[in-house]
């Protein structure tokens, strides 16, 4: 682990912690729990890691920010679908924390075809004095049991448990491509292709179906779901986007079946602009609501757009992430690079957003300042103390001595997940098999 800075002061100006994973497993999610204390992050190989946040002592106040290994558990296991002759990957495509309602903490994992719910725990008490097991844990010989004594706990060192309380399977046809934790803190929804499931926690062998667009031909099939979440105060309020650049916004008192929406928002797409890759890059790869619950964030190829929620027409905020790849697009279906799907995510208080792009860059944009910067998450410029600056992309005429060109992006790698704390200016950037935390400088 290293500790470096980051220089820009108006946007996130801290240190950065890099947490590095075996080549194989690639970092496919990561999610803070609502408190922040603890980070999870899941992987290609079905894996589930949560780090803990460091407590701040007298003696070493700068420790508060580093985030160290809690638990780890495998939460996944690759299966083989016999009937379909099909292969289901044991890769985590989500992972979303239930708010803590006790000591335990919960959080919803998900592969391709199924969610489990998960239950973390500390255990440093164990009992002891059975009266029909000897200290071994080997059953004892009743006939020799000549009195009875009263079991009782003995002081053991900590222990974290991971245990899977529920399988909510047998549901999906399609991949699932999101989970979203309802505020009634009793269901929650699984998404994939085209449909959205609504369970209720404590039942696992019985769903809803409130989303269907399947057409009776699939040949008539013009858009799939991309990503769907719950609005964050509404319990009956759900948004999911397609691949066609819209979002459908739902409410659940209406109808059972959401199929028909109360809200639509789309852009109208400028004619002078089409082209043949407009229907792929206008294709939403991610949707966030705000914290307040008033605006919708969309993540497409090239854009992050903001949406208010009484205002269907248009966008209130449109940003470029990396305008300068469209005159490369022909490239980037040859490399499919250009089906990459970018994560967005806000800030705390909704005036700040985060999110990914290529040569393991991000992009930071504040909503009252209008600033932008763009930073890179690299482990060369994660040295001990080190400078972190901000990065600029040469899009035409002279280069300057800290520019990267276009032709010099490297779009192997590429920052497609990350999260920010709820509260404080703290982020998780993931970068293949590394996980970087930013965080304010430590004064």
Same mark, same amino acid.
């Given at each position: 682990?290293?500790?470096?800075?980051?220089?820009?002061?108006?946007?996130?100006?801290?240190?950065?912690?890099?947490?590095?994973?075996?080549?194989?497993? =690639?970092?496919?999610?990561?999610? /803070?729990? @609502?408190?922040?204390?603890?980070?999870?992050?899941?992987?290609?190989?079905?894996?589930?890691?949560?780090?803990?946040?460091?407590?701040?002592?007298?003696?070493?106040?700068?420790?508060?920010?580093?985030?160290? &290994?809690?638990?780890?558990?495998?939460?996944?296991? @690759?299966?083989?679908?016999?009937?379909?002759?099909?292969?289901?990957?044991?890769?985590?495509?989500?992972? #979303?924390?239930? @708010? $803590?309602?006790?000591?335990?903490?919960?959080?919803?994992?998900?592969?391709?075809? !199924?969610?489990?719910?998960?239950?973390?725990?500390?255990?440093?008490?164990?009992?002891?004095?059975? +009266?029909?097991?000897?200290?071994?844990? #080997?059953?004892?010989?009743?006939?020799?049991?000549?009195?009875?004594? &009263?079991?009782?706990?003995?002081?053991?060192?900590?222990?974290?448990?991971?245990?899977?309380?529920?399988? /909510?399977?047998?549901?999906?046809?399609?991949?699932?491509?999101?989970?979203?934790?309802?505020?009634?803190?009793?269901?929650?929804?699984?998404?994939?292709?085209?449909r959205v499931n609504l369970w209720n926690l404590e039942i696992t062998d019985q769903?809803?179906?409130?989303?269907?667009?399947? @057409?009776?031909?699939?040949?008539?099939?013009?858009?799939?779901?991309?990503?769907?979440?719950?609005?964050?105060?509404?319990?009956? !309020?759900?948004?999911?986007?397609?691949?066609?650049?819209?979002?459908?916004?739902?409410?659940?008192?209406?109808?059972?079946?959401?199929?028909?929406?109360?809200? /639509?928002?789309?852009?109208?797409?400028?004619?002078? !602009?089409?082209?043949?890759?407009?229907?792929? =890059?206008?294709?939403?790869?991610?949707?966030?609501?705000?914290?307040?619950?008033?605006?919708?964030?969309?993540?497409?190829?090239?854009?992050?757009?903001?949406?208010?929620?009484?205002?269907?027409?248009?966008?209130?905020?449109?940003? $470029?992430?990396?305008?300068?790849?469209?005159?490369?697009?022909?490239?980037?279906?040859?490399?499919?690079?250009?089906?990459?799907?970018?994560?967005?995510?806000?800030?705390?208080?909704?005036?700040?957003?985060?999110?990914?792009?290529? +040569?393991?860059?991000?992009?930071?944009?504040?909503?009252?300042?209008?600033?932008?910067?763009?930073?890179?998450?690299?482990?060369?410029?994660?040295?001990?103390?080190?400078?972190?600056?901000?990065?600029?992309?040469?899009?035409?005429?002279? #280069?300057?001595?800290?520019?990267?060109?276009?032709?010099?992006?490297?779009?192997?790698?590429?920052?497609?997940?990350?999260?920010?704390?709820?509260?404080?200016?703290?982020?998780?950037?993931?970068?293949?098999?590394?996980?970087?935390?930013?965080?304010?400088?430590?004064?």
């Amino acid at each position: 682990k290293t500790r470096t800075f980051l220089s820009d002061p108006k946007l996130l100006n801290g240190s950065i912690s890099v947490l590095h994973y075996p080549c194989a497993d =690639i970092i496919s999610t990561v999610e /803070f729990n @609502p408190s922040g204390e603890l980070l999870a992050t899941g992987d290609k190989g079905g894996r589930v890691v949560v780090f803990q946040r460091e407590q701040e002592t007298k003696s070493e106040p700068q420790r508060r920010g580093e985030y160290n &290994v809690y638990s780890t558990f495998q939460s996944h296991d @690759p299966e083989f679908d016999y009937l379909k002759s099909l292969e289901i990957e044991e890769k985590i495509n989500k992972i #979303r924390w239930l @708010p $803590q309602q006790n000591a335990a903490y919960f959080l919803l994992s998900t592969n391709d075809k !199924t969610v489990k719910l998960w239950k973390i725990s500390e255990r440093d008490r164990r009992p002891e004095g059975y +009266n029909l097991k000897d200290e071994d844990g #080997r059953i004892r010989d009743p006939s020799t049991i000549t009195s009875l004594r &009263v079991p009782v706990l003995q002081n053991t060192d900590l222990m974290v448990e991971a245990t899977a309380r529920r399988v /909510f399977s047998n549901a999906h046809t399609y991949h699932i491509n999101s989970i979203s934790v309802n505020s009634d803190l009793q269901t929650y929804i699984s998404t994939d292709d085209l449909r959205v499931n609504l369970w209720n926690l404590e039942i696992t062998d019985q769903s809803f179906n409130i989303v269907d667009i399947k @057409p009776c031909n699939m040949e008539d099939l013009t858009e799939v779901i991309t990503a769907a979440e719950f609005h964050p105060q509404q319990c009956n !309020t759900l948004a999911y986007s397609s691949s066609r650049g819209s979002v459908r916004l739902c409410d659940m008192r209406k109808q059972a079946l959401c199929d028909t929406h109360c809200k /639509f928002f789309e852009e109208p797409e400028d004619p002078s !602009t089409r082209s043949f890759f407009s229907e792929i =890059i206008s294709s939403i790869s991610d949707i966030k609501f705000s914290h307040s619950g008033r605006f919708l964030m969309t993540r497409d190829y090239l854009t992050v757009k903001v949406w208010d929620l009484n205002m269907e027409t248009r966008p209130v905020q449109t940003y $470029q992430v990396h305008d300068y790849l469209r005159g490369k697009l022909c490239s980037l279906y040859e490399n499919d690079c250009i089906f990459d799907k970018f994560e967005c995510v806000w800030n705390g208080s909704d005036s700040v957003i985060m999110t990914g792009s290529y +040569n393991n860059f991000f992009r930071m944009f504040d909503r009252n300042t209008k600033k932008d910067v763009t930073l890179e998450a690299s482990r060369e410029n994660s040295k001990p103390r080190a400078i972190l600056k901000p990065r600029k992309v040469c899009v035409g005429g002279k #280069r300057r001595k800290d520019e990267v060109t276009v032709d010099s992006l490297d779009f192997s790698k590429k920052i497609l997940h990350s999260a920010w704390h709820p509260q404080e200016n703290i982020i998780a950037v993931a970068a293949s098999n590394n996980l970087y935390i930013f965080q304010d400088k430590v004064t």
